[in-house]
């Protein structure tokens, strides 16, 4: 598995990342988070199923939205659609020990999850809830991340995001998305940069039955 990480890791720097990126994955152990059934494929860089419909994302793609939200030391970073928690810790090596970490899942499973695999990160709190309503009580945010597909951005989340704030989304329909990243300017988002061809799980908006 050592070697397996290592072939990703030169994968994502001959790609152009960032050193404190490229740190990022290197220090976060992808093992952790992915289903027992699937450690074998762990450092594959490809989306992995971790249960009820979702997915640990690839970390070519994940890599490719930090890039695009230019996260820096300190910041207070969102995360909506926070699955099993690996982004999570990924940001939270990045933004450092003054740095605040944020996720929402509303997949009760994968909450709890995920809360049992960042216990160690004392700068990660993870809430159950509607990732389109955001965190009020929290914000505002110089960064928010939206792991999950979806047609726009929410407005809640757009009052939640800091002046000069930027927001990373893959934007689009069940079919495919492209990552865009906001800047926040008086108040309205102004497009930054759109890359296509993605594919991420539809943002989930509500929990039935047959899900839990």
């Known amino acids: 598995m050592i070697e397996e990480k290592q072939l990703l890791l030169q994968s994502l720097k001959r790609k152009g990342f960032s050193k404190e990126i490229l740190k990022a994955f290197e220090k976060v152990k992808r093992e952790n988070f992915v289903p027992e059934n699937l450690k074998d494929r762990t450092y594959e860089d490809t989306a992995l199923p971790i249960g009820k419909g979702q997915t640990i994302s690839q970390p070519y793609t994940i890599a490719t939205m930090f890039f695009m939200l230019n996260l820096r030391k300190g910041q207070k970073v969102l995360e909506i659609g926070s699955g099993c928690g690996y982004v999570l810790a990924l940001i939270s090596r990045i933004v450092g020990k003054k740095g605040k970490v944020f996720g929402i899942e509303i997949i009760p499973e994968l909450t709890e999850k995920s809360k049992k695999n960042l216990k160690e990160y004392r700068n990660v ?17 110089d960064r928010i991340i939206i792991s999950a597909g979806y047609n726009e951005i929410p407005k809640p989340l757009v ?14 329909n069940i079919h495919g998305q492209s990552l865009v990243a906001f800047e926040k300017i008086n108040g309205k988002l102004k497009l930054k940069k759109e890359i296509q061809g993605f594919i991420f799980v539809p943002l989930v908006e509500q929990i039935y039955p047959s899900r839990i």
């Open 125 to 141: 709190k993870i809430y159950i809830g509607n990732g389109k309503l955001g965190l009020p009580k929290e914000k505002p945010f």
């Open 159 to 172: 009052e939640q995001l800091k002046e000069k704030g930027i927001i990373v989304a893959p934007i689009g």
